[in-house]
């Protein structure tokens, strides 16, 4: 079947600190991967994306590279600030089709 | 970009009332419109499809009686929450998507029911 796995929160992070969320998917056809951001109290954001296998994503500091050999697309950031505390998900979706698949989503909190 | 705006942003009711939430795609076409629900600390669990002139398709264990979806027109969604219990208290997130592959997300709404 179609999942995303991603990886369990929540992590606290110092100012400038790098981070690393892991997000691993299987997928029954050749899917686009995404990363969205929920601020608090507030819907989705899309954050960036990558359609087809070593594209790399990125927006606002933020990176991700589809990795079709180990089916993963993990978000790194250089160096983090208050700002970027929020949860992050991973999701996937299949060209043919509408369905979204995200994860469990990942609360990250940011301290100065 | 896409926006789709959501309203009520938050909504306080009285059990056995129902309520109405809309998702609205303001510069673009949607045939298609998701409806999420997404409880404290959780992922989103998709509810059902809207789909524009027919009727919404349902996940599994979503009662459709409960959560009526009317899509009537390609800019507008609406997810009517019937006879709303302490149970139905949730965030509710509407969706479209444009041409293409992303996926636009509205800012959500806080139900409350007393």
């Known amino acids: 079947g179609n999942s995303v796995t991603q990886m369990e929160g929540p992590v606290t992070l110092s100012e400038e600190a790098f981070l690393t969320i892991n997000c691993t998917y299987t997928a029954t056809g050749y899917p686009s991967l995404f990363w969205y951001v929920q601020y608090p109290g507030e819907g989705l954001q899309l954050l960036l994306k990558?359609?087809?296998?070593?594209d790399k994503g990125s927006n606002k500091g933020f990176e991700a590279t589809y990795r079709k050999e180990t089916t993963s697309f993990h978000l790194e950031k250089g160096s983090v600030q208050v700002s970027d505390s929020a949860v992050y998900f991973c999701?996937?979706?299949?060209?043919?089709?509408?369905?979204?698949?995200f994860g469990t989503g990942t609360s990250l909190t940011v301290i100065p | 970009g896409a926006v789709v705006s959501q309203h009520p942003s938050w909504v306080i009711c009285k059990s056995g009332t129902s309520v109405k939430i809309e998702c609205r795609s303001l510069d673009f076409q949607a045939t298609t419109m998701f409806w999420y629900r997404q409880f404290p600390k959780q992922s989103l669990m998709l509810m059902a499809t809207s789909n524009e002139g027919s009727k919404a398709t349902y996940e599994q264990g979503v009662e459709k009686d409960k959560f009526l979806i009317n899509h009537a027109s390609l800019t507008l969604s609406t997810l009517t929450v019937t006879s709303a219990h302490p149970e139905d208290s949730s965030f509710y997130i509407c969706?479209?998507?444009?041409?293409?592959?992303?996926?636009?997300f509205g800012n959500g709404t806080r139900l409350t029911v007393t």
């Open positions: 969706s479209a998507r444009e041409t293409g592959i992303s996926l636009h």
């Open positions: 990558a359609t087809k296998a070593d």
């Open positions: 999701a996937l979706s299949l060209n043919t089709g509408n369905q979204f698949y």
